[in-house]
């Protein structure tokens, strides 16, 4: 009998010791997703490169295994400010600290030391796919008249799949988001203009790799290298001479608003 591709789930919980499975559940630790793309087992593999009286392969013989992870999710709020979003344990395995304003606001910032992970379960109908020690980047996508998006990419520790029963997910911690529009994305500014945004991607950029020595194994955030693209509707030069800026070399800031009711508004920053 085949599995169901339409029947899958993701569950995914921070870890309190890297590597060491922090036992997600259904009932707290479901991630609303789509567009999931997963390489069960990925790796490095050597070959033997025997010298053989005939023709023909030698054996490859495998090296390291790890599982890769690729998935979208919507961008929105918690639902309460102060609260953070569900999608808050994927952030921080992403390099990035988290702090709670109670009542106000939960605040994610890129950091470079003190990096957590994740265990990640990937079940498609009864099979069970676990990856410990998971971390990853993301790329935050928002275009005119289209759901914004988080874009996640994460590598994680392999374990050899088993046939475990699917768990029964609770989605109510996703709140419904909104469409970029003029009703609900505003305060964009590039360079301290407000112009016409069509679409912005802001990718964090991360290096992250699956490190394995003898009596080591490990997935490492080594470098970040953000970078984004923005389009917007040209201005006068008497309104922004973007194109001098970028002749000096001149850096500025950006900052953009997404979600017009409390609770369920994301802002994003870059000073430079």
């Not at 309190?16 to 793309?37: C, E, H, K, V």
């Not at 008497?238 to 017009?260: M, N, P, R, V, W």
Request: with cysteine.
């Amino acid at each position: 009998m085949s599995l169901k591709t339409n029947k899958r789930t993701i569950l995914a919980k921070t870890e309190s010791t890297y590597g060491t499975d922090p036992t997600p559940t259904g009932s707290a630790n479901a991630i609303l997703l789509r567009n999931l793309s997963v390489v069960p087992l990925d790796g490095e593999f050597v070959n033997r490169d025997l010298i053989r009286g005939y023709f023909g392969n030698s054996e490859t013989l495998v090296a390291s295994t790890r599982i890769r992870l690729d998935f979208e999710c919507e961008l929105a709020g918690s639902g309460a400010a102060g609260t953070a979003p569900a999608y808050g344990t994927l952030l921080k395995a992403c390099a990035m600290s988290e702090t709670v304003n109670a009542g106000t606001s939960v605040v994610y910032t890129p950091i470079s030391s003190a990096i957590g992970s994740c265990t990640i379960y990937f079940n498609v109908d009864g099979v069970l796919f676990q990856a410990q020690g998971c971390r990853g980047t993301y790329e935050i996508s928002i275009n005119a008249l289209q759901i914004p998006v988080i874009k996640f990419s994460f590598t994680g520790l392999y374990e050899a799949p088993t046939d475990t029963s699917a768990p029964t997910c609770d989605y109510t911690g996703w709140v419904k988001p909104q469409v970029a529009n003029t009703a609900h994305t505003t305060a964009f500014s590039l360079f301290s203009y407000s112009g016409y945004l069509q679409s912005l991607q802001f990718n964090l950029a991360n290096e992250v790799i699956h490190r394995e020595l003898i009596g080591y194994e490990a997935v490492e955030i080594v470098d970040r290298k953000p970078n984004g693209t923005f389009l917007i509707e040209c201005p006068t030069i008497a309104q922004k001479d973007y194109f001098s800026l970028a002749e000096a070399g001149t850096t500025g800031a950006l900052s953009i608003l997404h979600g017009s009711t409390g609770g369920n508004k994301v802002q994003l920053d870059a000073a430079n």
